[in-house]
């Protein structure tokens, strides 16, 4: 994609949606990285179906500590790899209380130090609770920014900083829920939709299929 392409695929999806949400469920910056951090090899979809029963009962650090590890775990069971991420999610409301005040800390470092979150999860709360132009690079993002020509890389940090680069900053704060949104429900990976795809003309595989 050239610079140009860029500026109209972006132009493009915020005319459609000028104001992405992240599909998970959350009412606090602390719901947000919880759900975010049960979210991994799941569906927003099963997150949000447990995280409703589980932040009724806990919506904050403290009170998940004191629900304790077995009701948190049978909460969240219906969730893939729940035990370690319950175990995850305790620790890091340890850490919170202990050493934030019972606060999400707003640092990349300091949000890392969390047990069960990686630099895709701090990013996600970096970008939607304190509105910073991250790049949180999950399949999705990987996938639709090597098949458009994009941002190509190797690996999700080569393309988060791909993305940084290229991404005019003006649609930086909202690009990475453009980007899962459009790899989610268009941009597919093993049937992407490119007879309804709105940015067709500047993707190198959707312009490669007109010509052919």
Request: glycine content about 6%; overall charge positive; charged content about 20%.
């Given at each position: 994609?050239?610079?140009?392409?860029?500026?109209?695929?972006?132009?493009?999806?915020?005319?459609?949606?000028?104001?992405?949400?992240?599909?998970l469920a959350y009412t606090s910056v602390f719901e947000l990285l919880a759900a975010?951090?049960?979210?991994?090899q799941a569906t927003d979809v099963s997150v949000n179906k447990a995280t409703r029963r589980l932040f009724a009962l806990a919506p904050s650090p403290k009170a998940m500590l004191d629900?304790?590890?077995?009701?948190?775990?049978?909460?969240?069971?219906?969730?893939?790899?729940?035990?370690?991420k319950a175990k995850n999610l305790l620790e890091t409301c340890r850490?919170?209380?202990?050493?934030?005040?019972?606060?999400?800390?707003r640092t990349r470092q300091?949000?890392?130090?969390?047990?069960?979150?990686?630099?895709?999860t701090a990013n996600v709360v970096l970008n939607v609770a304190f509105g910073e132009p991250t790049m949180a690079v999950d399949t999705h993002i990987f996938r639709v920014a090597n098949r458009t020509g994009l941002a190509p890389g190797r690996n999700p940090l080569d393309v988060e900083e791909a993305l940084l680069r290229?991404?005019?900053?003006?649609?930086?704060?909202h690009a990475h829920h453009w980007l899962i949104l459009?790899?989610?429900?268009?941009?597919?990976?093993?049937?992407?939709q490119c007879d309804r795809?709105?940015?067709r003309a500047w993707c190198d595989q959707g312009r490669h299929l007109q010509s052919a």
């Amino acid at each position: 994609m050239t610079p140009a392409d860029i500026e109209s695929f972006f132009a493009t999806l915020a005319a459609a949606n000028p104001r992405p949400q992240t599909e998970l469920a959350y009412t606090s910056v602390f719901e947000l990285l919880a759900a975010v951090l049960l979210s991994a090899q799941a569906t927003d979809v099963s997150v949000n179906k447990a995280t409703r029963r589980l932040f009724a009962l806990a919506p904050s650090p403290k009170a998940m500590l004191d629900l304790g590890l077995d009701r948190v775990t049978e909460s969240i069971r219906s969730i893939g790899l729940y035990r370690t991420k319950a175990k995850n999610l305790l620790e890091t409301c340890r850490i919170l209380v202990e050493q934030h005040g019972g606060e999400v800390p707003r640092t990349r470092q300091a949000l890392q130090a969390l047990p069960g979150v990686g630099r895709k999860t701090a990013n996600v709360v970096l970008n939607v609770a304190f509105g910073e132009p991250t790049m949180a690079v999950d399949t999705h993002i990987f996938r639709v920014a090597n098949r458009t020509g994009l941002a190509p890389g190797r690996n999700p940090l080569d393309v988060e900083e791909a993305l940084l680069r290229r991404v005019p900053p003006k649609y930086r704060v909202h690009a990475h829920h453009w980007l899962i949104l459009h790899g989610r429900y268009v941009c597919q990976a093993r049937k992407p939709q490119c007879d309804r795809c709105s940015v067709r003309a500047w993707c190198d595989q959707g312009r490669h299929l007109q010509s052919a």
